[in-house]
């Protein structure tokens, strides 16, 4: 359904929640949908408990202002529209999940946990079981029906906007009752568009960060709501050989590959930066070294997420290990005993962390994803 997904089923159009989240990409998807044929239904996600909390005005995406932006978007369109709460869903599966991944040393990627948990599953189950076909929603990205019958997710025609990376949680099943209606379009026609239709959003700037952050202060915001959660509140921060330079107030203020706000007293003797190597929260170690020393050209992964069928044998494809960040040349491999999934980078990555998503791509196809458990680093010839 997903990728020629027919605006009709027999004499009835296709019933489809456009998920709106008070932006413009959302409110052009949705406009699009309907002008398509479908029979559409605008929803704002409340993912927040105390809506205050969060980011507010243009910089957010779960704010009342949002919320309202939304409505009145949904209004020109001439769809109805309803606010879903799902802040106990969100705040379980997206927040508690950022600060125990945080306190365990690793770096996750809030985004992509609340596409997989929240806007196609918690979404997409509530929109199937009310008797809708699909969720429209306004990610960069490109679906396509597959020779193999089955429905492919490709990167969007706007290479800076892009967001198929954040989309690679998804599976098979989800991508068949998914609608990307922007993803042939870029950005700066997706705006003058909004403006045609008499989109009050068209000019309103993209939402940064992390929602649920308000400030933007991750490091601050981990401090307050991990409380007593937060082991070791204090330790050192040691170079290689064990020498300690200075003390920390929390391991969860530190990753991988991270050089601002080291407040390292003792320059390293060559003068150079030094960067964060090895955060160990057992012992409230982090150690911090030369760049050259966070390459790496072996990534392990676990709990694969494929949008299709699992690469047999040997994968030689590319690998992107940030939301914005470059593609990578890669052979994977998937463990037939465990679903294990091994990551060759044929050229080193730096600063990779535990936590963060490794999206495998074969072209412009997106094959799936693995949350990276392991980083080695590159064994010089």
């Not at 020109?76 to 309803?82: A, C, E, R």
């Not at 989800?174 to 042939?184: A, E, I, R, T, Y």
């Not at 509140?233 to 203020?253: C, F, K, M, R, W």
Request: proline share 6%; charged share 25%.
């Amino acid at each position: 359904m997903g990728a020629e997904m027919s605006s009709e089923m027999g004499t009835a159009p296709l019933r489809v929640v456009a998920a709106m989240s008070g932006g413009v990409d959302s409110a052009v998807a949705a406009a699009r949908a309907k002008e398509a044929g479908y029979n559409v239904t605008g929803v704002h996600l409340a993912l927040s408990r105390n809506p205050a909390s969060y980011r507010s005005g243009a910089r957010g995406c779960c704010t009342i202002e949002d919320s309202n932006d939304a409505r009145r978007a949904a209004d020109v369109i001439g769809i109805p529209f309803y606010v879903w709460d799902l802040s106990d869903r969100f705040h379980e599966d997206v927040v508690e999940d950022f600060m125990s991944e945080y306190a365990e040393g690793r770096t996750p990627n809030p985004c992509l946990r609340c596409n997989e948990k929240i806007k196609f599953a918690a979404v997409l189950d509530r929109a199937l079981a009310l008797g809708f076909d699909a969720v429209a929603t306004g990610h960069y990205a490109t679906l396509r029906e597959g020779g193999d019958g089955l429905v492919e997710l490709h990167r969007a025609v706007d290479d800076g906007k892009d967001q198929s990376y954040v989309l690679g949680v998804l599976d098979q099943e989800q991508l068949k009752h998914s609608l990307f209606p922007l993803g042939d379009t870029p950005k700066p026609l997706v705006r003058e568009e909004a403006a045609r239709r008499g989109l009050l959003v068209a000019d309103k700037p993209d939402s940064h960060d992390i929602c649920f952050v308000a400030d933007g202060d991750n490091a601050g915001w981990l401090r307050e709501k991990l409380g007593d959660r937060a082991p070791n509140e204090s330790g050192p921060i040691v170079d290689e050989s064990g020498e300690v330079l200075g003390e920390h107030q929390g391991t969860y203020a530190y990753t991988i590959g991270q050089r601002k706000g080291l407040r390292i007293g003792k320059p390293a003797p060559d003068g150079k930066p030094r960067f964060v190597l090895d955060i160990e929260p057992v012992t409230a170690t982090v150690t911090v070294g030369p760049r050259e020393q966070l390459a790496v050209d072996r990534l392990s992964g676990i709990r694969p997420r494929w949008a299709g069928r699992a690469p047999e044998g040997v994968l030689e494809g590319t690998v992107q290990l940030r939301a914005h960040g470059t593609e990578h040349r890669a052979r994977v491999s998937v463990d037939p005993v465990d679903g294990a999934v091994g990551i060759e980078l044929i050229d080193p990555a730096y600063g990779i962390a535990p936590g963060q998503a490794a999206v495998i791509y074969d072209g412009s196809r997106v094959v799936g994803s693995a949350t990276i458990a392991e980083t080695r680093r590159m064994v010089e010839a």
